[in-house]
């Protein structure tokens, strides 16, 4: 775990540096492209994807970098790497383009599938949430570092964050199945912070997402004591197969409660 302790004050200052860049552009009347997917793509992602990939492989020599805008590599190469960087310069970008603040940097370390450090920045917040399995979880704000844990037990009613940006008939019928519960709306993987931070309890995903979209703030999650599972309970994996899209999953703090039984059959 020291070695692991080690890497996080350079990852901070990485992410801090990729967010500057983001500021930049936020405050400039930026364009928008569309990707393949019909996902935005700002001047922004890639600022913030060419300081993080040129700066991770001196970090960690040898340790190859995976990044939404760098393109996916074949499996065939992918499936030999025991440890890797995976990396979402923008998550949120939606939330960028509305400028509501809600967009974030990630970076996460994969070992063997599983997140094992992850690094979450909130420019437009100047916060930063890190940790892992092992290593605990934590905010930094303004220089002031706290650890952070998942609410054990829930609250009542339900805490409840979900997409700002992609809601679904699926997770209305969740949430009606739920029972009483207030819904907090947010955006990119800030939803998975709240649930470190024990500020809300649970995040029930029935859409799609991609594995750098949630692997830092997984082992945020992690780290303060939350799952981030399937909804059959199977912890999320990564890089396990070429298709690099989540399964639809729930993260959550209190482990007492089954928050996959309020799914429809």
């Keep these: 775990m020291d070695s692991l302790n080690s890497l996080i004050p350079a990852l901070l200052e990485i992410v801090r540096d990729a967010g500057k860049a983001i500021m930049a552009v936020y405050g400039s009347d930026f364009a928008v492209q569309s990707k393949e997917d019909d996902s935005p793509l700002t001047a922004a992602d890639m600022a913030a994807h060419r300081i993080i990939s040129s700066r991770l492989p001196d970090l960690a020599p040898g340790v190859p970098v995976l990044s939404e805008e760098s393109g996916l590599l074949p499996f065939a190469e992918r499936s030999q790497w025991q440890r890797y960087w995976l990396v979402d310069p923008l998550d949120g970008t939606r939330e960028f383009v509305k400028r509501n ?3 974030t940097v990630n ?10 450090l992850g690094v979450v920045g909130v420019p437009a917040q100047a ?22 844990h998942v609410r054990k037990p829930a ?9 700002r940006s992609h809601a679904s008939p699926a997770i209305a019928k969740y949430l009606d199945h739920l029972g009483s519960h207030e819904m907090v709306p947010m955006g990119s993987s ?5 649930i470190a931070e024990g500020k809300a309890d649970v995040y029930p995903r029935l859409g799609p997402t991609s594995e750098w979209d949630t692997a830092a703030a997984h082992a945020v999650v ?6 981030v599972v399937d909804w059959q309970g199977r912890p999320l994996r990564y890089n396990a197969e070429a298709n690099i899209l989540n399964p639809y999953f729930l993260a959550y703090g209190d482990d007492s409660r089954n928050w996959a039984g309020y799914l429809e059959p």
């Design 127 to 148: 916060i930063e949430f890190y940790g892992g399995p092992g290593l605990g979880a934590f905010r930094c704000e303004a220089g002031a570092v706290r650890a952070i």
């Design 190 to 194: 800030l939803k998975f912070c709240l």
């Design 101 to 103: 603040g809600e967009f």
């Design 222 to 227: 992690l780290g303060a004591g939350g799952q």
């Design 155 to 163: 609250r009542a009613p339900v805490r409840v964050v979900g997409s």
């Design 107 to 116: 970076i996460a370390l994969i070992d063997q599938h599983s997140p094992v």
